[in-house]
């Protein structure tokens, strides 16, 4: 028997209904679906509407599909994680407001953030319960409301943000499929071009923070943009090296779903075709922890058993890394 892998035996996404379209932004700030096709490829993004509606929202509705489908039990998970930079609440975590509502009662529960590498860094957390032995199901989803922390008086920033949530199972597999290796990697002196200023311990939220906008998420894009093609295709090259993978061994690439251009350059420098590249990004936008658990729903259909899959992340932070798997389904 082969040591003990975590493997993705279930994934589900959910997007909400009402479509955020280019020309709809063109009311809201002096931008052009030109521009927002070529600068980023997005088409088009989803948004949670309605009063009360956190990411919560979203997460119940991705874990409900998932416990169908895998035909599992609330009662059966063991433990849920959730990546968001947009919990309902700064506590308690959303993990534990999707288990509650879903009926998790035996699941313990936690946040992860790590912006738009949460879902990646979550991942990697969940699959060590598994690979250590001391659990069987593990849930771990990625899910944010960008709408809720987005200046829609901001062209630059505004246009790129969507909505959504997608989630995995994963259960132990000893037939040499799972989670193989990673790369991750952080660097706080990125802080300074993605951030949120206000809300937090250091500059609690006051009539004057509201007034100046910082509660919205602040994007300086251009060295956002460089540091995230050099970290993606730099990680994704060493997790191929040190596994001795060629790219003609890789069956798909799943990027963080950032912008095209970046998805474009990373595959260029990573040396990847572009066919074997998931990309969604023009009906979704960035929904920062969502992106890459909704290209793997996607792209579902095309995956088959044993595929080598590696995805890739980056974001706030900043954060960055790479996953090796083999697809378990
Ligand atoms: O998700 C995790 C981390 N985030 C990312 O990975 C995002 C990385 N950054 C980006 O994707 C890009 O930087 C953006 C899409 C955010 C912006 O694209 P850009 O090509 O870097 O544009 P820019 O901010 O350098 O602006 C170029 C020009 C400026 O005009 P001038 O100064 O050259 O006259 C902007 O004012 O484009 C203008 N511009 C716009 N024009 C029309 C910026 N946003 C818009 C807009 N519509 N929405």
């Known amino acids: 028997m082969s040591k003990i892998r975590a493997a993705i035996t279930g994934v589900q996404g959910y997007v909400p209904d009402y479509v955020l379209t280019n020309a709809e932004l063109e009311t809201m700030v002096d931008t052009n679906d030109e521009w927002i096709t070529t600068r980023t490829g997005i088409k088009e993004r989803r948004i949670l509407k309605g009063e009360n509606q956190g990411t919560s929202v979203m997460g119940i509705e991705?874990?409900?599909?998932?416990?169908?489908?895998?035909?599992?039990?609330?009662?059966?998970?063991?433990?849920?994680i959730c990546a968001t930079v947009t919990a309902d609440m700064?506590?308690?975590?959303?993990?534990?407001?999707?288990?509650?509502?879903?009926?998790?009662?035996?699941?313990?529960?936690?946040?992860?953030?790590?912006?738009?590498?949460?879902?990646?860094?979550?991942?990697?957390?969940?699959?060590?319960?598994?690979?250590?032995?001391?659990?069987?199901?593990?849930?771990?989803?990625?899910?944010?409301?960008?709408?809720?922390?987005?200046?829609?008086?901001?062209?630059?920033?505004?246009?790129?943000?969507?909505?959504?949530?997608?989630?995995?199972?994963?259960?132990?597999?000893?037939?040499?499929?799972?989670?193989?290796?990673?790369?991750?990697?952080?660097?706080?002196?990125?802080?300074?071009?993605?951030?949120?200023?206000?809300?937090?311990?250091?500059?609690?939220?006051?009539?004057?923070?509201?007034?100046?906008?910082?509660?919205?998420?602040?994007?300086?894009?251009?060295?956002?943009?460089?540091?995230?093609?050099?970290?993606?295709?730099d990680v994704v090259k060493q997790v191929m090296a040190r596994n001795e993978l060629a790219t003609d061994d890789i069956r798909w690439l799943v990027p963080h779903q950032a912008n095209i251009r970046i998805i474009e350059t990373v595959s260029r420098m990573a040396d990847f075709p572009i066919e074997r590249v998931m990309i969604n990004i023009q009906k979704y936008g960035n929904t920062t922890a969502g992106t890459l658990p909704l290209c793997l729903w996607d792209y579902e259909d095309q995956l088959q058993k044993g595929d080598n899959v590696i995805l890739t992340a980056f974001g706030g932070g900043f954060t960055w890394g790479a996953l090796y798997l083999k697809w378990a389904i």
């Open 62 to 80: 991705a874990v409900k599909g998932l416990l169908e489908k895998t035909n599992t039990s609330p009662e059966e998970v063991e433990l849920v």
């Open 90 to 233: 700064p506590f308690p975590d959303t993990a534990n407001l999707v288990a509650d509502s879903v009926g998790m009662k035996n699941a313990f529960c936690f946040d992860v953030n790590a912006a738009c590498s949460g879902f990646l860094y979550a991942l990697t957390v969940g699959a060590q319960f598994i690979a250590s032995g001391m659990h069987k199901k593990v849930i771990v989803i990625g899910a944010d409301k960008m709408s809720s922390i987005i200046d829609y008086t901001d062209r630059a920033t505004c246009i790129i943000f969507g909505d959504g949530a997608g989630a995995v199972m994963l259960e132990p597999d000893t037939s040499g499929n799972g989670i193989i290796d990673y790369i991750h990697k952080s660097d706080g002196a990125g802080a300074e071009f993605l951030h949120l200023k206000a809300g937090g311990s250091r500059k609690p939220a006051t009539v004057e923070t509201v007034m100046a906008r910082e509660h919205f998420a602040f994007q300086n894009g251009r060295p956002v943009f460089k540091a995230a093609v050099s970290g993606m295709s």
